[in-house]
């Protein structure tokens, strides 16, 4: 869809009546527990205060926002609210580790902290928030700082948050001193046990999001690359797999996908499309030197490209990852307003599961999904990153779409209205509480209610 129609949607306050989708929504849920069998939790309540539209029964905190000062002294809390993830502490608290995207001009940058600062000209990074069983905050500092543009990420198996830099600025470049474009390992209750070390051997890249095989400990990554060659699929083989903290930074070895046939994956537009004998093809260099990975030379079969690759998780035998649009206007092979793609590492088989749209019916105005999660009644979860109104989805295994959550921060003006995206969405350990981040302003909520 159109960025002129969601424009017109929230001009005229149209309801959103929800997202369309083709495909087999069962591939989605693998080895998780069934999933809701009606459409949701009934229509989205107007929020009095203005922040948050939740179904009757539901209710939000805000437990950080952009700008309050950081309960260690370091600092204000930054910006730009990205990726997170929820992790089980001590005594029924909860552990959140937050990405900021914050580029060199942002105005509320990660505060540098000794011991856990990588580039101090660089704004972004991490921050951590504990969390009693109820949700009040006990504790918010910084976990790693002196990065860049901290897009998404992922948990790894041995309980620490990978947070990627989804930039390739090198040393010189916008006042940066170090080259960036990596990943960085976070341990959510202590950060000074990783650091402020880059992974260098998964590669230098515009890093989206990361999930990993609990089996066999191989990282799958995601590459959002703004500009056509579009970005690749990735697997790292690490030297020491499912070692625990650190052991990432013993190294391994770097792959991308080849689709065989299969040049851009936008090219594909049925639901069910499969492809059987996937290659990873060895990245001639990645810590790309002089040229960007995606560039370089993979052979005369060349590699498989796909524009705006996103969200990225894990799910019973599977990966799965979003591309979440394709623009022909923009050099992809067609158009697309979102694609869920799983892919079977025991089978060596990519099979397109998810084809968001269409653009022709003004109620169904669903586009660019961004993060995604499995929620723990077996749902899924989906961070709408489009143009007007924005929404957390849920799916339900059946096929159905309901409205989660509508953000109500209006950052524009009452004529020309727009609402901060969705990020970060995850659910803590004992899947009582959806947390969900609000990029700008970069708000943090914790939303609590009848989940079944």
């Not at 159109?2 to 017109?8: D, M, P």
């Not at 690749?232 to 996908?257: D, H, I, Q, V, W």
């Not at 690759?309 to 799910?315: A, I, M, S, V």
Request: aromatic share 10%.
């Amino acid at each position: 869809m159109s960025a002129t129609r969601r424009q017109v949607l929230a001009r005229t306050g149209a309801s959103v009546a929800g997202i369309a989708f083709t495909g087999a929504f069962s591939e989605l849920f693998a080895g998780t527990a069934a999933a809701r069998g009606h459409a949701g939790y009934g229509p989205l309540v107007p929020d009095p205060a203005g922040l948050l539209d939740l179904p009757r029964g539901f209710r939000y905190q805000v437990i950080s926002r952009e700008g309050a000062p950081l309960r260690s002294g370091e600092g204000t809390v930054p910006g730009n609210h990205d990726g997170m993830g929820a992790f089980a502490g001590r005594r029924g608290r909860v552990h959140l580790v937050r990405n900021h995207e914050n580029r060199a001009s942002a105005r509320l940058g990660v505060p540098t902290v000794r011991g856990l600062t990588y580039d101090p000209a660089a704004k972004g990074g991490c921050t951590a928030i504990e969390l009693d069983g109820r949700n009040n905050v006990l504790g918010e500092r910084v976990a790693i700082a002196g990065t860049a543009v901290n897009c998404s990420g992922g948990l790894t198996p041995w309980g620490t948050w990978l947070t990627c830099e989804e930039t390739e600025d090198k040393a010189g470049t916008n006042g940066y001193t170090k080259d960036h474009g990596f990943i960085f390992e976070v341990h959510p209750a202590d950060p000074l046990r990783t650091g402020a070390v880059p992974l260098t051997a998964m590669g230098r890249f515009q890093h989206e999001a990361v999930a990993v095989d609990p089996r066999s400990g191989i990282v799958y990554e995601t590459e959002d690359a703004f500009q056509k060659p579009f970005g690749l699929f990735y697997r790292f083989l690490p030297n020491k797999p499912l070692g625990g903290t650190g052991s990432l930074r013993a190294g391994g070895a770097l792959e991308a996908m080849r689709v065989p046939g299969v040049p851009d994956l936008s090219a594909v537009q049925e639901t069910g499309a499969r492809f059987e004998g996937v290659e990873w093809v060895p990245v001639p260099d990645a810590q790309a030197r002089q040229t960007p990975i995606r560039l370089q030379d993979f052979g005369p079969k060349g590699i498989t490209h796909a524009q705006k690759l996103e969200g990225c998780y894990w799910g019973g035998n599977a990966v799965y990852f979003v591309s979440s649009f394709a623009r022909a206007a923009e050099g992809s092979a067609a158009d697309h307003y979102g694609q869920v793609w799983k892919y079977e590492p025991h089978r060596r088989r990519l099979t397109l599961v998810i084809v968001f749209g269409p653009s022709t019916d003004i109620q169904l105005p669903g586009e660019s999904p961004d993060n995604i999660c499995l929620a723990p009644s077996g749902g899924l979860m989906v961070c709408e990153d489009g143009n007007g109104a924005q929404h957390v989805y849920g799916l339900t295994k059946q096929g159905e779409v309901y409205e989660m959550a509508r953000g109500r921060q209006n950052i524009g003006t009452p004529q020309e209205p727009e609402w901060g995206e969705f990020a970060g969405v995850t659910f803590s350990p004992d899947g009582g509480t959806m947390y969900v981040n609000c990029y700008a302003p970069g708000t943090t909520f914790a939303v609590t209610g009848p989940w079944c």
